[in-house]
């Protein structure tokens, strides 16, 4: 699930950046540009988490639908979905020892170098507050560094080399104020963080050196409406490049940025007309918004939740010995049809339900929503209800399966991580397991879980009005082989 959420998140900024580069990078709007790239990271970061029903939908019923959905609807090997019981998963433990997630650590590992970065250069910006204030106002103040050529602004503070000329000095002066008043460093900050929890994630540092380029745009183009363009060209070739280098402050002597710099003041004012480019993040919104609810990893666990409490209601009435009517026997069909993926044919008419002197009538298998008596375990013989006895006979199967499945036997056959074995079996009229039957991703899982679950002991059968009756199961059997 994780995993699947990082590769959205790398996909949806990567497609933003496209979009940048493609069609908005060479434009004048400074400012609508260091918005987009403000916001779109964020965006990629809540997208995965929308899920929009409609859109979900919109393919519903439609061959062309196949290719949204990640998950099949789950194949019943020999049985009606409805009909089988979904024990809770067993989780096997190898005999291993500690194993430590190496995932996990190599995560924080990063995460903490990355802080500890973060603190490094919090701890050299710290140093120079220490130095005399030049000027201090309601908006800004100005720390002059002696013996430094340094020109750089961080939130409301402009730092100046002592070693600048006055001419220098003003016209710096000029830039870092664009970049106080318009909170530029606040913008830096976002991503400082973002690179600590995404570390690992290249397009956030991309995306923080194009907003960079893109304040000193907009510092550029404020700061050369006021003073001459030719002094101010000469000034940005002329100056000496030796400052530090924090990347959440603005620097006014960036080498990398100089020549994209003036390029940029030389050039002409984009047409207003251009700003409609801006429109087709529209359309990929909607293609990321499709994807998503498209998508949804949890819409099939939600889905299986859902009909588990239906049948659960329905069986719950049975129980307490309520007859059926028809409305709620076709309720009971389209819960089965919605199990197995398929629209379901209308529903028969449901059978009387058999007087005590009615008792001709013979059942083979019976859906376990609806069966009298469930099969019972031996140790559960003493427990009077349906209810108690599945708890039961869960917790049963549960010890007897992770006391005798041998995850060394198939060690070398499983992958490194999570493996699944599903199997499905019935219990038989006579109280035994058979027909059981598994899916796995290496034949040999297979094998073992057939083994296991056929060398469950005879059990008392299910009931139904007084008859015993088969009733099948299906049963999820989780272990690890080394890290996850």
């Known amino acids: 699930m994780m995993l699947h959420y990082i590769l959205q998140i790398l996909i949806f900024q990567l497609l933003f950046l496209v979009l940048y580069e493609l069609f908005l ?42 290719w949204s959905n990640v998950l099949l609807p789950e194949v019943y090997l020999g049985a009606e979905a409805g009909a089988v019981e979904t024990l809770p998963e067993v989780h096997l433990q190898e005999n291993q020892g500690f194993q430590p997630n190496w995932w996990l650590i190599a995560y924080f590992s990063g995460f903490i170098i990355s802080l500890i970065l973060l603190l490094r250069k919090s701890f050299s910006l710290w140093r120079l507050f220490r130095f005399k204030k030049k000027a201090e106002s309601r908006h800004f103040r100005l720390i002059e560094v002696p013996k430094s050529r340094v020109a750089f602004s961080f939130y409301k503070t402009v730092f100046l080399g002592a070693d600048l000329s006055e001419t220098e000095k003003q016209q710096i002066l000029l830039h870092e104020l664009v970049h106080v008043k318009q909170l530029h460093s606040l913008d830096l900050l976002l991503f ?67 020549k994209k710099r003036i390029i940029m003041l030389q050039k002409s004012k984009s047409k207003s007309i251009a700003k409609f480019k801006f429109l087709i993040i529209v359309p990929l919104l909607a293609v990321m918004l499709m994807y998503v609810s498209c998508s949804d990893d949890s819409d099939g666990m ?14 719950e009435a049975v129980d307490n010995g309520k007859e059926l009517n028809e409305e709620e026997v076709k309720q009971l069909a389209e819960i089965m049809a919605e199990a197995k993926g398929f629209v379901p044919p209308t529903p028969p008419t449901p059978p009387e339900s058999p007087s005590k002197s009615e008792s001709s009538q013979t059942y083979e298998d019976v859906p376990y929503a609806v069966v009298d008596e469930v099969p019972v375990f031996s140790g559960c013989e003493d427990l009077g209800s349906n209810e108690e006895r599945k708890n039961c006979m869960t917790s049963k199967i549960t010890e007897f399966v992770s006391d005798n499945f041998n995850t060394d036997k198939v060690k070398e056959f499983a992958k490194p991580g999570v493996n699944r074995v599903i199997v499905q079996f019935k219990i038989d009229k006579t109280g035994k397991v058979v027909n059981a039957k598994a899916r796995a991703a290496e034949p040999e899982l297979e094998k073992e879980g057939i083994r296991v679950i056929s060398s469950i002991p005879d059990m008392e059968p299910g009931k139904q009005d007084g008859q015993n009756v088969g009733v099948m199961y299906s049963l999820p059997i989780v272990f690890q082989i080394g890290d996850e």
Not at 25 to 53: A, H, M
Not at 58 to 63: D, L, N, V
Not at 306 to 312: C, G, Q, T
């Open 25 to 66: 990078k060479r434009e004048t709007f400074f400012s609508s540009n260091r918005w987009y790239l403000l916001i779109t990271p964020l965006i990629s970061l809540l997208l995965p988490f929308v899920k929009l029903d409609f859109l979900g939908g919109f393919f519903e019923g439609t061959p062309a639908a196949s």
């Open 302 to 315: 939600n889905n299986e939740d859902s009909i588990s409490e239906k049948l659960a209601e329905i069986k």
């Open 192 to 258: 400082e963080v973002l690179k600590i929890i995404f570390w690992f994630n290249p397009l956030v540092y991309i995306f923080q050196q194009k907003i960079a380029m893109q304040h000193e745009f907009l510092a550029d183009d404020k700061a050369s409406k006021t003073l001459e363009k030719k002094s101010y060209f000469e000034q940005l070739l002329n100056t000496a490049f030796n400052t530090q280098q924090i990347s959440f402050t603005n620097q006014f002597f960036n080498h990398s940025l100089i």
